[in-house]
């Protein structure tokens, strides 16, 4: 008989759901993270009386009524509603792509005007079939809305032109001939009342946690004490990169203190211009409306991402997803240890997707 039922390794929030779900099943559980604190990348450090997300700006939607049952047993969740905006050559434009931005952009009142003028450059443009990003964006929207509001950002995000970057990356570039300003179609969308450490210690509440400790710094103790892990690390390190390292883009935050109420008006703005180095800033108050007497910022920078830093966003190219189905082909050999969340399944989850996938393991094993 092992000392414990599960050993989760991670307490982010795919480890956090697991833990709190199989616990409520009487299971004991010992959850473990390397970092000094819990609640992975949605983890927020208090600033100034202000939530801020270290970890880049998280904002939870979902169409989903059980997941937002889910998240607000734990904690109230507000009416934040995403609407960011960009900055391009010193004029503000609406987000996402909607009539407020067709007006910014060309003075057109009317949805039909607006649809005559996309369909008119992108028919200008003579693109038949597409072979780059910039030519694929282009024949969606025309020059306009890409020169102005997605080449920069883009070229940013990616470290390379927008001609070098394969067509497949946008798929489709949502457009909207209604005034909305509201970001995501989901039904359901908001930040946790009090940040989001409220809802993992929620989660974790009772349940023992251990924090500072690396999983491979001491990998055959943790083993033995439990009968199955859940492993939320990377899974190239699990399997130690015998297949080399899966790649990712990194970011760099860099956060500041302004002794001013309010900085920019807005959570979120995006900055489109490529000679900006950043594509974003965020001013984390106006998640939660805060009226506190000083503000934090954050201007969040694209990074090439290389072994060692925090790793973000998955490359899910040719070479990257074959590496990935010879460690899930490991993976599926293990028996007792279960991989799941962002960095084991190398793919980019959603924090309501984590979520249901975190709850449908918990069910099965
Ligand atoms: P993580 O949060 O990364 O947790 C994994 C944990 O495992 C970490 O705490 C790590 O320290 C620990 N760990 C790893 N290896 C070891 C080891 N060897 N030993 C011990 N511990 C280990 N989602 C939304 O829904 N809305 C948003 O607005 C949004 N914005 C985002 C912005 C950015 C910049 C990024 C990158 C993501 C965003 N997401 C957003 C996605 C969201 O962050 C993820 O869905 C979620 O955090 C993933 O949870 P996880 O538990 O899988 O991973």
Redo the contacts with the bound molecule.
């Keep these: 008989m092992k000392e414990y039922d599960y050993l989760i390794?991670?307490?982010?929030?795919?480890?956090?759901v697991f833990a709190h779900e199989v616990s409520k099943r009487g299971k004991k559980c010992l959850v473990?993270?390397?970092?000094a604190h819990?609640?992975?990348?949605?983890h927020c450090e208090k600033i100034e009386g202000i939530n801020v997300h270290k970890?880049?700006?998280?904002?939870?939607?979902t169409n989903d009524k059980d997941i937002w049952d889910y998240v607000n047993q734990f904690v109230e969740f507000n009416r934040y509603t995403n609407s960011p905006v960009a900055v391009y050559g010193g004029k503000i434009y609406n987000l996402p792509f909607n009539m407020n931005t067709f007006y910014q952009l060309w003075g057109v009142l009317t949805p039909d005007e607006a649809i005559k003028k996309i369909e008119e450059q992108v028919k200008n443009s003579g693109i038949k079939e597409p072979k780059n990003l910039e030519e694929q964006a282009i024949s969606l929207v025309g020059i306009d809305i890409y020169e102005k509001l997605i080449k920069g950002y883009t070229e940013k995000q990616w470290g390379r032109k927008a001609t070098e970057l394969p067509a497949f990356i946008i798929k489709r570039l949502p457009v909207r001939f209604t005034y909305d300003n509201n970001y995501f179609n989901d039904k359901y969308q908001g930040i946790p009342i009090g940040g989001y450490n409220k809802l993992t210690e929620g989660l974790l509440n009772g349940i023992e946690v251990q924090l500072g400790?690396?999983?491979?710094a001491d990998r055959e103790k943790y083993e033995s004490l439990c009968d199955k892990i859940i492993f939320?690390?990377?899974i190239d390190?699990y399997f130690n990169f015998e297949f080399g390292e899966l790649e990712y883009r990194s970011?760099k935050f860099e956060h500041q203190i302004l002794d001013q109420e309010n900085f920019q008006g807005n959570a979120v703005v995006n900055y489109t211009e490529r000679e900006i180095p950043f594509t974003r800033i965020i001013e984390h108050k106006h998640f939660e409306f805060g009226k506190q007497a000083k503000t934090v910022i954050t201007h969040e920078f694209p990074l090439e991402w290389s072994s060692g830093m925090e790793s973000?966003?998955p490359i899910n190219d040719d070479s990257n997803s074959l590496k990935f189905k010879k460690y899930s082909d490991l993976a599926k050999k293990e028996t007792n240890v279960y991989f799941?969340?962002?960095?084991a399944e190398y793919r980019?989850?959603?924090?309501?997707?984590?979520i249901a996938s975190s709850l449908k393991l918990s069910k099965i094993c």
């Design positions: 390794v991670g307490a982010g929030l795919f480890g956090s473990i993270d390397k970092r819990s609640g992975g990348n949605i970890y880049g700006a998280h904002i939870f939607h400790v690396d999983f491979f939320t690390g990377k390190e970011l973000y966003y799941g969340g962002r960095l980019y989850y959603d924090m309501h997707q984590i």
